[in-house]
């Protein structure tokens, strides 16, 4: 029995040393390379080929300069309006999910952009305690290794925008038969809008739902000055008592 545990021991200890080099590595190459394919695609293409479908899989790598400053910020206003400054993830947010969902049937998330991005990249969809903890994982690698500039680049080229379609180039093509980095403020607006569940919404044809938030965000975008600055900005510090009577 004790030579059976100390098999067991040290076949766990090699397996999560190769799984920490495995991740640690492939995280720092796709810093530079772009993710030829992830694991939600080919769940996808199986599910259509179950269901008697024609598989379906519309990608286009584009670089980060080829995607519509419109949509990055359409995205951070939907989805992680505190993207620039959180670590990976935002507590606020958790707190604020788990109030209402005490109280509400219908959850409410908190996954920042980069849980997404690591969730896409690297696992699979799922609400597992197990996945979960990956997810953790795996959004400290990409925090600590990546810019927000290539988390954002990797999320807008990988994230499912509709039925088959991911990224921001083949749904730019898709749904306005334009590149993405012509993306108006109003396109990017629905296709963020329409992010939570792609596959229910469609971009190209937006229901009453997805106008409403459409309207929502491109406010947002306004609110924000149109632009998303990925320098941190500066607090300033609060004027003492003196300064406020002078």
Same mark, same amino acid.
């Given at each position: ?66 995607i519509s400053p ?27 999910? @788990?109030?209402?969902? $005490? ?5 409410? %998330? /908190?996954?920042?952009?980069?849980? !997404?991005?690591? &969730? ?35 999320? @807008?080229?990988?994230? $499912? ?5 991911? %990224? /921001?180039?083949?749904?730019?093509? !898709?749904?306005? &038969? ?46 924000? %000055? ?10 300033k510090e609060k ?8």
């Amino acid at each position: 029995m004790k030579e059976f545990l100390k098999k067991v021991w040290r076949f766990t200890w090699k397996a999560t040393l190769l799984f920490l080099v495995v991740s640690i590595v492939s995280t720092i190459l796709f810093r530079w390379i772009p993710i030829p394919v992830t694991p939600l695609m080919l769940i996808r293409c199986v599910e259509q080929k179950v269901d008697g479908k024609d598989m379906k899989l519309k990608k286009d790598w584009v670089s980060f300069e080829e995607i519509s400053p419109n949509l990055q910020l359409a995205v951070v206003c939907s989805e992680d309006q505190n993207f620039i400054k959180h670590n990976g993830f935002d507590f606020e947010a958790i707190d604020k999910a @788990l109030e209402y969902n $005490e109280n509400h049937k219908k959850k409410r %998330g /908190a996954s920042t952009i980069s849980q !997404q991005t690591a &969730k896409n990249v690297f696992l699979w969809p799922g609400r597992s305690w197990i996945r979960k903890g990956f997810e953790v994982y795996f959004t400290f690698l990409i925090e600590t290794f990546w810019s927000k500039e290539r988390i954002m680049e990797v999320y @807008l080229n990988v994230i $499912e925008m509709g039925d088959g379609v991911y %990224g /921001a180039q083949a749904a730019a093509n !898709q749904f306005f &038969k334009k590149d993405a980095k012509y993306l108006s403020k109003g396109e990017a607006a629905i296709i963020a809008a329409v992010l939570p569940n792609p596959r229910k919404f469609n971009a190209g044809r937006p229901s009453g739902y997805i106008l409403k938030r459409q309207g929502w965000i491109v406010r947002q975008m306004g609110l924000w %000055g149109g632009v998303l600055n990925y320098e941190v900005p500066e607090e300033k510090e609060k004027p003492t008592k003196e300064e406020k009577e002078k």
